[in-house]
């Protein structure tokens, strides 16, 4: 099957500083690359959806200005936690959708970020 | 917008024993599908079995086996023979036209030897 490599896999950063989260797609080309947000014991909530070459299209209520996400080619998308804080904290997953299988997709999905601002 | 409801928070099975975990959701479409995710405590998102809404056959995997009741908008997960491998969170997840995931609220199995 299709590898989905997210890194880091646990990150903790200062209040104030930014943090990039990477999702890189090793064996396929991903057209389309989701970003989660997972807080503990809860479901995985979408934040946004990513395409390669063009802007992020964000769920309602997620700030993009803080959750910048570039998907500069077919292989990896970033993730960047600005300004973090402390009830930024949580789980972040990422998945790739494989191009050509727009319907009938299997998300693959990266093993996750677990961000701790202190 | 689709919902996905899952009733059961929290389900517990004797190893070697058969559960099954509900799903419900709400759709006005009728071309979708309709997943089985694990979620181990390692967090890694495993798919467990897949069914596409235009297929009346229920789809298997294994030790996995779905009932799918396309009228009633349900989808539950039946794992026989359950393993302590099995203990995880389980969220049925729904698929559709705007090519995005709708998770449900998630089950966590609890697997006792």
């Known amino acids: 099957g299709a590898v989905v490599s997210q890194h880091p896999s646990w990150v903790i950063c200062k209040s104030g500083t930014s943090v990039k989260i990477e999702c890189r797609s090793l064996?396929?080309?991903?057209?389309?690359m989701f970003w989660y947000r997972q807080f503990p014991k809860q479901s995985l909530m979408l934040m946004a959806t990513?395409?390669?070459?063009?802007?992020?299209?964000?769920e309602q209520g997620v700030e993009k200005d803080k959750f910048l996400i570039n998907h500069a080619s077919l292989t990896l998308s970033t993730l960047t936690v600005t300004s973090a804080h402390p009830e930024d904290s949580s789980f972040y997953i990422c998945?790739?959708?494989?191009?050509?299988?727009?319907?009938?997709?299997?998300?693959?999905f990266g093993q996750g970020t677990r961000l701790t601002v202190v | 917008a689709q919902t996905v409801t899952q009733s059961q928070p929290e389900m517990s099975v004797q190893e070697a024993e058969t559960v099954t975990l509900s799903c419900t959701y709400d759709?006005?479409?009728?071309?979708?599908?309709l997943f089985w995710y694990k979620q181990p405590p390692s967090r890694q998102m495993i798919l467990v079995i897949r069914?596409?809404?235009?297929?009346?056959q229920n789809a298997t995997e294994n030790r996995f086996s779905v009932n799918f009741q396309k009228a009633a908008k349900s989808f539950s997960l039946k794992i026989s023979d359950s393993q302590l491998g099995d203990a995880a969170m389980y969220f049925c997840?729904?698929?559709?036209?705007?090519?995005?995931?709708?998770f449900g609220k998630g089950t966590l199995l609890t697997v006792n030897p």
């Open positions: 990513s395409n390669e070459g063009s802007k992020a299209t964000y």
């Open positions: 759709t006005s479409e009728s071309d979708y599908y």
């Open positions: 069914q596409e809404a235009y297929k009346q």
């Open positions: 997840a729904y698929y559709g036209s705007n090519y995005k995931l709708t």
């Open positions: 064996d396929f080309q991903a057209t389309t």
């Open positions: 998945s790739a959708s494989y191009p050509g299988r727009a319907k009938s997709t299997e998300a693959f």
